[in-house]
């Protein structure tokens, strides 16, 4: 009967109130560690997905907006750019651009985002070929990691793609009549590679060829929505009536691909990712304003977007730290009470056990024992709420925001909340333990 | 095995208080008796080292109650001086046998499974080994109390009116314990009391 099982009985054997400062100081420990973690991954797939990118050029319209759509493929498009606009940023003598990728979106397969652009853009975000080989030809798609796992896709296999970005298992989606075959599956980059499936930009306009002029890739923001409830409205395009025979095998025929370039200008994009030669130099840092102000293209620096979104999270996350501080504090007092009340009670066997050679030294470390071992099991708990809670927004979130959470990785940060937690167990019992270490004998057990 | 010598005690009032000497061999039982009020309490407290006196000493195994203090002294109490009050008190979240566990090892013994088992059966509680103290009726607690006492095979066992909360059989039934156990490990037994019940049944007796 050892200090630590005493105390472990002691703390037993009330279990109403030991659960009661445990559960409070578990939320505490949850919280903390729940916004360390959303943070730091957080962040770290901003930079991932950064890959490089200095400048992102699109149709006019919120900066925010393009950004998101473009690098982290969430929400909907400005709207569409004509190929002839943007010509120049693929000159290789630019002066400022050093490389430009150019994206159409709006499609999608089962919830994943479809996205037209070249094969470099692997390059950019470091995502490797895990299987089979890159995009050449109209219809081939490259899938990322994350759609081969849950879609069961496999090299060579044919799927058709959604008008409109559509979530998996909505009613009333409209399918397009073109099979895409898997040409290559993506290795795990981290990135929102591992979510995309990747095409080339022409494959759009066969898709949507028919209604080109006016819709062409179906980018236009509210092109998900029109799709939620759809019916064939009145200068909509009717893609029920569609009669795509004219280009339907066109994909089949195995036709040298066409370098963007030579393509008609009057052909839509959605966007283009552009990387500087010079990302400090004087011209570089004016190149968005210029655009900006003399075109009718909308560029957008999305490190400085970015850090716009974060800007705004960390409010609420100052927010959040006012309150768990709060909880931690209750917690903590609620540790101190319940020692504190427990004293009382127990001032007999305190005594009692001086009596039986325990010297104030091992009264005093009794209780301090006790406050700790509350701190250590609400930390295991908080810990556990924490990644649990992880786990459930991973699922919810992956399927939202484009954006992987992992529950099973734990941060140096975790740890060190470990050496937090028993230092303030370690303060909630350091009164009630100095209490409990000055029972007198003499006045408690002989009176 | 104790002796006790020129023993004075003031208290915080101012009130003095000067106490005879005691010379107890071991084995050997004895009544201090006195009325309510003339201190026989805190002679016990200076016997056993729960208070400091103003002046004298008291030796335990040859060992000067006043050359310790602090953890030493709690030390000390805990290998050789066993203690009976008048309302058992244990530890409330452990069993009979936890109890008895820790006065073990608080006094730094090793833990004796069956020196415990043993003794319970002996004290007739071997089917309240795993009972909490709140279990127990008055009688058994006091008799887990004396189990508790003579553990460690103490060289001085000391009961504060042990028999006032119980009725005669208990009574008869606890001082005959308290000395076949004292008897047992060879200790002296010092019994502070008012009970006249007592004062019949052990000849050595000191008055304050």
């Known amino acids: 009967?050892?200090?630590?099982?005493?105390?472990?009985?002691?703390?037993?054997?009330?279990?109403?109130?030991?659960?009661?400062?445990?559960?409070?100081?578990?939320?505490?420990?949850?919280?903390?560690?729940?916004?360390?973690?959303?943070?730091?991954?957080?962040?770290?797939q901003f930079d991932a997905n950064l890959a490089g990118i200095n400048l992102v050029v699109g149709a006019k319209g919120s900066p925010l907006e393009l950004t998101l759509n473009s690098m982290y493929h969430v929400g909907y498009a400005t709207g569409n750019i004509k190929l002839g606009q943007v010509k120049a940023f693929f000159n290789p003598k630019h002066?400022?651009?050093?490389?430009?990728?150019?994206?159409?979106?709006?499609?999608?397969?089962?919830?994943?985002?479809?996205?037209?652009?070249?094969?470099?853009?692997?390059?950019?975000?470091?995502a490797g070929i895990d299987r089979g080989a890159r995009w050449q030809h109209d219809f081939e798609a490259v899938i990322g990691e994350e759609?081969?796992?849950?879609?069961?896709?496999?090299?060579?296999?044919?799927?058709?793609?959604?008008?409109?970005?559509?979530?998996?298992?909505?009613?009333?989606?409209?399918?397009h009549d073109d099979d895409f075959t898997v040409v290559g599956i993506l290795a795990p980059s981290g990135t929102v590679m591992d979510?995309?499936?990747?095409?080339?930009?022409?494959?759009?306009?066969?898709?949507?060829?028919?209604?080109?002029?006016?819709?062409?890739?179906?980018?236009?923001?509210?092109?998900?929505?029109?799709?939620?409830?759809h019916g064939p409205g009145p200068g909509e395009h009717d893609h029920a009536g569609h009669d795509h025979a004219a280009h339907e095998h066109n994909h089949t025929e195995d036709h040298a691909p066409k370098s963007l370039l030579d393509e008609d200008p009057e052909k839509e994009i959605t966007s283009l990712l552009v990387k500087y030669r010079n990302p400090s130099s004087f011209q570089a840092l004016s190149f968005p304003r210029n655009i900006n102000e003399n075109t009718d293209l909308l560029a957008a620096n999305p490190a400085y977007e970015i850090s716009e979104v974060r800007r705004r999270f960390d409010s609420g996350q100052q927010i959040l730290g006012?309150?768990?501080?709060?909880?931690?504090?209750?917690?903590?007092?609620?540790?101190?009470?319940?020692?504190?009340?427990?004293?009382?009670?127990?001032r007999y066997e305190l005594a009692l056990m001086r009596t039986m050679g325990a010297g104030r030294g091992?009264?005093?470390?009794?209780?301090?024992?006790?406050?700790?071992?509350?701190?250590?099991?609400?930390?295991?708990?908080?810990?556990?709420?924490?990644?649990?809670?992880?786990?459930?927004?991973?699922?919810?979130?992956?399927?939202?925001?484009?954006?992987?959470?992992?529950?099973?990785?734990f941060l140096t940060a975790e740890y060190l909340l470990l050496a937090a937690a028993l230092f303030i167990g370690f303060l909630a019992a350091v009164l009630p333990a100095w209490q409990a270490a000055r029972t007198d004998i003499a006045e408690t057990l002989t009176r | 095995m104790l002796q006790a010598r020129n023993l004075s005690f003031r208290y915080p009032s101012g009130?003095?208080?000067?106490?005879?000497?005691?010379?107890?061999?071991?084995?050997?039982?004895?009544?201090?008796?006195?009325?309510?009020?003339?201190?026989?309490?805190?002679?016990l407290e200076l016997l056993a080292g729960l208070r400091k006196p103003d002046e004298g000493t008291?030796?335990?195994?040859?060992?000067?109650?006043?050359?310790?203090?602090?953890?030493?002294?709690?030390?000390?109490?805990?290998?050789?001086?066993?203690?009976?009050?008048?309302?058992?008190?244990?530890?409330?979240?452990?069993?009979?046998?936890?109890?008895?566990?820790?006065?073990?090892?608080?006094?730094?013994?090793?833990?004796?499974?069956?020196?415990?088992?043993?003794?319970?059966?002996?004290?007739?509680?071997?089917?309240?080994?795993?009972?909490?103290?709140?279990?127990?009726?008055?009688?058994?607690?006091?008799r887990v109390a004396i189990a508790r006492a003579v553990i460690n095979q103490p060289a001085v066992l000391f009961a504060d009116e042990p028999t006032s909360a119980l009725d005669d059989e208990n009574t008869t039934q606890v001082i005959g314990l308290l000395q076949r156990r004292a008897a047992a490990v060879n200790a002296t037994l010092l019994i502070v009391t008012h009970d006249n019940r007592l004062t019949g049944i052990i000849p050595a007796q000191t008055r304050l």
């Open chain 1, 195 to 229: 979510q995309l499936v990747l095409t080339t930009n022409q494959t759009y306009w066969h898709s949507h060829d028919d209604h080109a002029d006016s819709t062409a890739p179906a980018a236009a923001p509210e092109a998900g929505h029109e799709d939620h409830d």
């Open chain 2, 15 to 43: 009130e003095a208080l000067r106490f005879p000497d005691l010379n107890c061999k071991a084995g050997e039982t004895r009544l201090l008796l006195g009325k309510s009020g003339s201190g026989k309490t805190t002679m």
């Open chain 1, 1 to 44: 009967m050892n200090l630590i099982r005493l105390a472990w009985k002691n703390l037993t054997f009330k279990p109403l109130s030991a659960l009661l400062s445990i559960l409070l100081f578990a939320l505490s420990i949850g919280l903390i560690s729940l916004l360390l973690s959303l943070r730091k991954q957080a962040d770290e």
């Open chain 1, 147 to 175: 759609v081969a796992r849950v879609n069961g896709l496999g090299l060579g296999d044919k799927f058709r793609s959604n008008h409109g970005i559509i979530d998996e298992g909505e009613e009333g989606n409209i399918e």
């Open chain 2, 58 to 142: 008291v030796t335990i195994a040859g060992q000067d109650l006043g050359a310790l203090s602090g953890s030493a002294l709690d030390h000390f109490r805990g290998r050789n001086v066993g203690m009976i009050f008048q309302t058992a008190h244990f530890v409330r979240a452990l069993t009979v046998r936890e109890n008895l566990a820790l006065a073990q090892n608080l006094a730094g013994n090793p833990m004796n499974n069956d020196r415990i088992t043993d003794l319970l059966a002996e004290l007739d509680l071997a089917h309240k080994a795993d009972s909490r103290p709140g279990e127990l009726s008055v009688g058994q607690r006091q």
């Open chain 1, 95 to 126: 002066p400022i651009v050093a490389d430009a990728v150019p994206l159409s979106v709006g499609d999608s397969y089962k919830g994943y985002r479809i996205v037209g652009t070249q094969p470099e853009i692997l390059d950019w975000y470091g």
């Open chain 1, 362 to 409: 091992k009264l005093f470390v009794l209780i301090i024992l006790e406050g700790l071992m509350v701190a250590v099991i609400g930390y295991v708990l908080g810990i556990m709420l924490s990644h649990g809670i992880l786990a459930v927004l991973a699922s919810n979130v992956q399927d939202d925001f484009r954006y992987t959470l992992s529950a099973t990785r």
């Open chain 1, 322 to 346: 006012i309150l768990v501080l709060a909880i931690t504090i209750v917690s903590a007092l609620s540790i101190f009470i319940a020692l504190f009340s427990s004293l009382r009670e127990r």
